[in-house]
């Protein structure tokens, strides 16, 4: 159902501007721009004739869009057919496959982890194998994106994989069925006894509902009575799709407007308000934890909550990217990702080229080695970025340590809801650092997924 | 064939304009003429009008087609690109030598600021006393940090007799200086020349635009008188970080060392695309004295056609170091009052039948510079090679080498191994290693 959310997602925003009348205006504007097709039809047309080599047309055209697209802003693009696909099945967040994370190195295909409960796990494959060969095809010379989508295919299809594992070097072989694997989007945990923490990683469509259900399964680990809070973690979250974001912000506020998005023309505002009854989280105090690295949908999440006075913002300034992508299917021809919005928190502001400042800035401690390597520019340092006055150019941290007991992000998270303690502003903004590295990838979709349909990670 | 396309564009721009007089309306029916067109532009006209009907800000057509020119060139080659009509103007100022109301500034970009390369002798800079290094940091009350190199030149240029303010920052104490110059008429000199060591001819050309060849008539009409053709030992041409220029030039003053043989072939995609440009006799200008070419990673385009050329006839000697690889020609085609379009339309052959793409020429003699310290590393040249979406050839592609001319002429040793190699030292005691000569 991945073009029903496009299309869904068009739907939104890119109501055709139906003009009722041809005014002479039109007629100029007409005129002007057959001049100006014409000028790329003379262009083309010279390049086929006359260039040194013969020119592949396909790669021209797509090139010129890609050229055209790029004038416009760092997240309007060009899909073809099979990046489309690819788009497709990340937004979806299912694909029939291993469930293997892999990662690359030293040209090698490596495990990073194979997930629980799938054909992978239950096979019995390990962290650190490396896949040498994927149904005899060898492994090497393949680059990630390809070995991955040699262990993609289709549901209850066999798949050979060749592995090397340990020091020995052990060479073992697997045959393995691929299954429905789902890219777990939100996972979610007790903290500290009577917190419940949730990780929103990406938005897709399995968003809102494994947010629903983290949130049930997490009221049957803590009674109510005891039930501390939430926290809701959306640091280095690149976005995703709009109407999941709505969905996720709706879980926890009953009423009032969460977004509202802005085309060229008045007549193309959209407002998304909350429906009674979608708040499941019974009033419980909410943390919303965010850093250099959330953007879009996570801005849309964390603006609205915050707008709302419903959550306590904790960690580093957001990443600042304010517009909305309507995705335009092209038949045969992929698709195209068209910046077709700006979006408006609850109190009318745009965070486009700005970021959401926490309302209380905790930063990481950042290890030497990955100190001043990964600071998240964010938005308003993209070239051709749309303009949005003030804006803030300056880095903001995206680091977040692998230990728990590290992250004072986090620790701060939880200070404040079991104890009520504000937490301390850290003013050493020295620390400014790095997006947590997510090489890895699932062995179909990215892990580190710049955003799908509507609202994506700028890179 | 050719017929036939371009009915297939023009039915398609007509399908067009019938899509933006009537916005999203009619995009079916835009679709259903354009379906006879090019599949290809009618995905371009498809996409264009989705961007002109549904992007968040109303877009600059000029400026889409423009980014979408540029995107189409751009992965052809470095070489193929857009003029718009401004553009197109300056070039063929550049290209025709032609006077301009300005200062008589060589400049370059360092760190977002222009840095004076040199002032040109004679010129209302150099009178005014602007130096080698100075870095401009305002014009007029524009500060210079955020201009491209070429907004910077173009607020420099201006109506002769008009003034401009310059604030220099000078020396290692960053000593802020302020200039009012009055611009003149500035002539671009492509060809310089002077008697070196008395004896030999020395012939510097920067690029070749069309005053080039006169350029070098000059020169050598100069040399006929002094120091006259009985005591003259040589010549030296210098070629070194030479961009090239136009082709016609780089044949025609090829012909003023040579009387007869092929000096280049270019090849378009056809067989029949091919042309030669042979000597023509009678306009040797050299009296057939010795001729020493001095190349460097600089040296690209026209300048590797003559030391190309020069050196497959064994008409030259050629020191420095292996030029850039450029061996692509470019044509401008004329696109109305759009501007023009600079694309690369042949490779070119040396009359030994070598393509130099991508591989450069090696010199005779290789003879490297002394780089100062705090120059190295930023001197060389990458080459055709390093540059992304070259034109291939084969396997045995080579980089680039350096590309500096030291600006004290007793240092410069490249220019040294040239003068000894007129007033008789051998070519092989050149390519032994001596304290000042490096050779590779």
Same mark, same amino acid.
């Given at each position: 159902?991945?073009?029903?959310?496009?299309?869904?997602?068009?739907?939104?925003?890119?109501?055709?501007?139906?003009?009722?009348?041809?005014?002479?205006?039109?007629?100029?504007?007409?005129?002007?721009?057959?001049?100006?097709?014409?000028?790329?039809?003379?262009?083309?047309?010279?390049?086929?004739?006359?260039?040194?080599?013969?020119?592949?047309?396909?790669?021209?055209?797509?090139?010129?869009?890609?050229?055209?697209?790029?004038?416009?802003?760092?997240?309007?693009?060009?899909?073809?057919?099979?990046?489309?696909?690819?788009?497709?099945?990340?937004t979806?967040?299912?694909?029939?496959?291993?469930?293997?994370?892999?990662?690359?190195?030293?040209?090698?295909?490596?495990?990073?982890?194979?997930?629980?409960?799938?054909?992978?796990?239950?096979?019995?494959?390990?962290?650190?194998?490396v896949?040498?060969?994927?149904?005899?095809?060898?492994?090497?010379?393949?680059?990630?994106?390809?070995?991955?989508?040699?262990m993609?295919?289709?549901?209850?299809?066999p798949?050979?994989?060749?592995?090397?594992?340990?020091?020995?070097?052990e060479?073992?072989?697997?045959?393995?069925?691929?299954?429905?694997?789902?890219?777990?989007?939100?996972?979610?945990?007790?903290?500290?006894?009577?917190?419940?923490?949730?990780?929103?990683?990406?938005?897709?469509?399995q968003?809102?509902?494994?947010?629903?259900a983290?949130?049930?399964?997490?009221?049957?680990?803590?009674?109510?009575d005891?039930?501390?809070?939430?926290?809701?973690?959306?640091?280095?979250?690149?976005?995703?799709?709009?109407?999941q974001?709505?969905?996720?912000?709706?879980?926890?506020?009953d009423?009032?407007?969460?977004?509202?998005?802005?085309?060229?023309?008045?007549?193309?505002?959209?407002?998304?308000?909350?429906?009674?009854?979608?708040?499941?989280?019974?009033?419980?105090?909410?943390?919303?934890?965010?850093?250099?690295g959330?953007?879009?949908?996570?801005?849309?999440?964390?603006?609205?909550?915050?707008?709302?006075?419903?959550?306590?913002?904790?960690?580093?300034?957001?990443?600042?990217?304010?517009s909305?992508?309507?995705?335009?299917?092209?038949?045969?021809?992929?698709?195209?990702?068209?910046?077709?919005?700006?979006?408006?928190?609850?109190?009318?502001?745009?965070?486009?080229?700005?970021?959401?400042?926490?309302?209380?800035?905790?930063?990481?401690?950042?290890?030497?080695?990955?100190?001043?390597?990964?600071?998240?520019?964010?938005?308003?340092?993209?070239?051709?970025?749309?303009?949005?006055?003030?804006?803030?150019?300056?880095?903001?941290q995206?680091?977040?340590?692998?230990?728990?007991?590290d992250?004072?992000?986090?620790?701060?998270?939880?200070?404040?809801?079991?104890h009520?303690?504000?937490?301390?502003?850290?003013?050493?903004?020295?620390?400014?650092?790095?997006?947590?590295?997510?090489?890895a990838?699932?062995?179909?979709?990215?892990?580190?997924?710049?955003?799908?349909?509507?609202?994506?990670?700028?890179? | 064939?050719l017929?036939?396309?371009?009915?297939?564009?023009?039915?398609?721009?007509?399908?067009?304009?019938?899509?933006?007089?009537?916005?999203?309306?009619?995009?079916?029916?835009?679709l259903?003429?354009?379906?006879?067109?090019?599949?290809?532009?009618?995905?371009?006209?498809?996409?264009?009008?989705?961007?002109?009907?549904?992007?968040?800000?109303?877009?600059?057509?000029?400026?889409?087609?423009?980014?979408?020119?540029?995107?189409?060139?751009?992965?052809?080659?470095?070489?193929?690109?857009?003029?718009d009509?401004?553009?197109?103007?300056d070039?063929?100022?550049?290209?025709?030598?032609?006077?301009?109301?300005?200062?008589g500034?060589?400049?370059?970009?360092?760190?977002?600021?222009?840095?004076?390369?040199?002032?040109?002798?004679?010129?209302?800079?150099?009178?005014?006393?602007?130096?080698?290094?100075?870095?401009?940091?305002?014009?007029?009350?524009?500060?210079?940090?955020?201009?491209?190199?070429?907004?910077?030149?173009?607020k420099?240029?201006?109506?002769?007799?008009?003034?401009?303010?310059?604030l220099?920052?000078? @020396? =290692?104490?960053? /000593? #802020? %200086?302020?200039? +009012?110059?009055?611009?003149?008429?500035?002539?671009?000199?492509?060809?310089r020349?002077?008697?070196?060591?008395?004896?030999?001819?020395?012939?510097?050309?920067?690029?070749?635009?069309?005053?080039?060849?006169?350029?070098?008539?000059?020169?050598?009409?100069?040399?006929?008188?002094d120091?006259?053709?009985?005591?003259?030992?040589?010549?030296?041409?210098?070629?070194?970080?030479?961009?090239?220029?136009?082709?016609?030039?780089?044949?025609?003053?090829t012909?003023?060392?040579?009387?007869?043989g092929?000096?280049?072939s270019?090849?378009?995609?056809?067989a029949?695309?091919?042309?030669?440009?042979?000597?023509?006799?009678?306009?040797?200008?050299?009296?057939?004295?010795?001729?020493?070419?001095?190349?460097?990673?600089?040296s690209?385009?026209?300048?590797?056609?003559?030391? @190309? =050329?020069?050196? /497959? #006839? %064994?008409?030259? +000697?050629?020191?420095?170091?292996?030029?850039?690889?450029?061996?692509?020609?470019?044509?401008?085609?004329?696109?109305?009052?759009?501007?023009?379009?600079?694309?690369?339309?042949?490779?070119?052959?040396?009359?030994?039948?070598?393509?130099?793409?991508?591989?450069?020429?090696?010199?005779?003699?290789?003879?490297?510079?002394?780089?100062?310290?705090?120059?190295?590393?930023?001197?060389?040249?990458?080459?055709?090679?390093?540059?992304?979406?070259?034109l291939?050839?084969?396997?045995?592609?080579?980089?680039?080498?350096?590309?500096?001319?030291?600006?004290?002429?007793?240092?410069?040793?490249q220019?040294?191994?040239?003068?000894?190699?007129?007033?008789?030292?051998?070519?092989?005691?050149?390519?032994?290693?001596?304290?000042?000569?490096?050779?590779?």
């Amino acid at each position: 159902m991945g073009l029903g959310v496009v299309i869904g997602a068009a739907a939104t925003v890119a109501a055709p501007q139906a003009l009722s009348h041809i005014s002479p205006a039109a007629y100029a504007a007409a005129a002007d721009t057959y001049r100006q097709l014409n000028l790329f039809g003379d262009v083309f047309d010279k390049i086929r004739n006359d260039y040194v080599e013969k020119p592949d047309e396909a790669k021209l055209i797509e090139a010129a869009i890609n050229g055209m697209l790029a004038s416009l802003d760092p997240h309007s693009s060009y899909m073809d057919a099979k990046a489309f696909k690819d788009m497709q099945v990340q937004t979806k967040g299912e694909f029939g496959g291993l469930g293997i994370e892999v990662t690359q190195e030293d040209g090698l295909i490596k495990v990073v982890t194979p997930i629980d409960d799938t054909p992978a796990a239950k096979a019995g494959i390990l962290s650190g194998d490396v896949i040498t060969a994927i149904d005899d095809t060898p492994t090497q010379g393949l680059t990630l994106d390809q070995a991955v989508e040699k262990m993609r295919g289709a549901i209850n299809s066999p798949v050979k994989l060749k592995v090397v594992r340990g020091p020995k070097k052990e060479a073992k072989d697997f045959t393995i069925v691929r299954e429905l694997i789902r890219v777990q989007s939100v996972r979610s945990h007790v903290e500290d006894g009577d917190i419940g923490y949730i990780r929103v990683t990406q938005f897709t469509e399995q968003t809102a509902d494994g947010l629903k259900a983290a949130m049930e399964k997490l009221k049957t680990e803590v009674p109510a009575d005891k039930f501390k809070g939430y926290i809701l973690d959306l640091r280095n979250n690149p976005g995703g799709l709009l109407d999941q974001s709505i969905d996720v912000v709706n879980s926890f506020i009953d009423r009032g407007e969460i977004v509202s998005t802005r085309g060229r023309t008045p007549d193309e505002t959209q407002r998304f308000d909350a429906r009674p009854g979608g708040d499941l989280s019974g009033g419980k105090p909410l943390v919303v934890l965010i850093n250099g690295g959330s953007a879009s949908a996570s801005e849309i999440v964390a603006g609205a909550l915050q707008d709302h006075k419903r959550a306590t913002l904790i960690g580093s300034r957001s990443f600042g990217k304010g517009s909305v992508q309507t995705i335009m299917p092209l038949g045969q021809e992929g698709a195209l990702r068209l910046t077709t919005a700006r979006y408006y928190t609850p109190s009318g502001r745009s965070i486009q080229a700005k970021g959401i400042e926490p309302d209380y800035k905790v930063l990481e401690d950042v290890p030497d080695d990955l100190k001043g390597k990964d600071d998240m520019k964010g938005e308003a340092s993209l070239k051709g970025h749309l303009a949005n006055g003030d804006e803030d150019t300056s880095a903001s941290q995206a680091y977040v340590p692998p230990e728990e007991k590290d992250d004072k992000q986090l620790t701060a998270a939880i200070d404040l809801l079991e104890h009520g303690v504000k937490p301390v502003e850290t003013t050493a903004a020295k620390a400014d650092a790095a997006p947590k590295p997510e090489a890895a990838k699932s062995d179909a979709a990215k892990s580190d997924a710049p955003a799908p349909a509507e609202t994506g990670k700028p890179n | 064939m050719l017929h036939s396309m371009k009915k297939g564009l023009s039915y398609l721009a007509v399908g067009i304009v019938t899509g933006v007089a009537l916005a999203g309306a009619s995009e079916g029916a835009l679709l259903a003429v354009a379906a006879s067109a090019n599949t290809g532009v009618t995905l371009f006209a498809n996409v264009f009008n989705k961007v002109r009907d549904n992007y968040a800000e109303k877009p600059d057509d000029d400026k889409l087609v423009k980014g979408a020119i540029d995107g189409m060139l751009a992965s052809l080659d470095p070489h193929s690109t857009y003029f718009d009509p401004k553009s197109l103007q300056d070039f063929q100022t550049s290209m025709r030598g032609e006077e301009f109301g300005g200062l008589g500034l060589e400049v370059m970009m360092e760190d977002g600021l222009v840095k004076v390369v040199s002032p040109i002798d004679d010129t209302p800079a150099a009178r005014a006393g602007l130096m080698s290094g100075d870095l401009v940091t305002r014009i007029d009350d524009t500060p210079v940090k955020g201009l491209t190199l070429k907004e910077a030149v173009d607020k420099m240029r201006g109506a002769a007799k008009s003034s401009v303010r310059l604030l220099v920052e000078r @020396g =290692a104490n960053r /000593d #802020l %200086k302020e200039y +009012t110059i009055v611009r003149e008429i500035i002539h671009v000199q492509s060809v310089r020349s002077h008697l070196e060591s008395g004896d030999i001819g020395y012939i510097r050309i920067t690029q070749f635009n069309q005053e080039a060849y006169d350029g070098v008539r000059k020169a050598f009409d100069h040399f006929r008188t002094d120091p006259g053709s009985s005591r003259l030992r040589g010549y030296i041409l210098d070629l070194r970080n030479n961009p090239g220029g136009l082709l016609n030039q780089a044949v025609e003053i090829t012909n003023a060392f040579v009387d007869s043989g092929e000096i280049v072939s270019t090849r378009g995609r056809n067989a029949d695309q091919e042309q030669r440009y042979s000597a023509r006799p009678g306009v040797n200008l050299s009296q057939d004295k010795p001729l020493v070419v001095l190349i460097n990673g600089g040296s690209a385009s026209a300048s590797e056609i003559v030391s @190309g =050329a020069l050196q /497959d #006839l %064994k008409r030259a +000697t050629l020191i420095g170091t292996r030029s850039f690889g450029k061996g692509s020609v470019q044509t401008i085609l004329p696109l109305g009052d759009n501007g023009a379009l600079k694309l690369t339309t042949a490779r070119y052959y040396t009359p030994s039948g070598r393509s130099i793409q991508a591989r450069g020429i090696e010199p005779d003699i290789t003879v490297l510079e002394n780089i100062p310290d705090d120059l190295r590393g930023k001197v060389s040249s990458l080459g055709e090679a390093s540059l992304f979406g070259h034109l291939k050839n084969g396997s045995e592609e080579e980089k680039g080498s350096d590309a500096y001319v030291p600006p004290d002429k007793d240092k410069d040793t490249q220019l040294q191994a040239a003068v000894s190699l007129l007033h008789g030292a051998t070519l092989e005691s050149l390519k032994k290693p001596a304290t000042t000569v490096t050779v590779q």
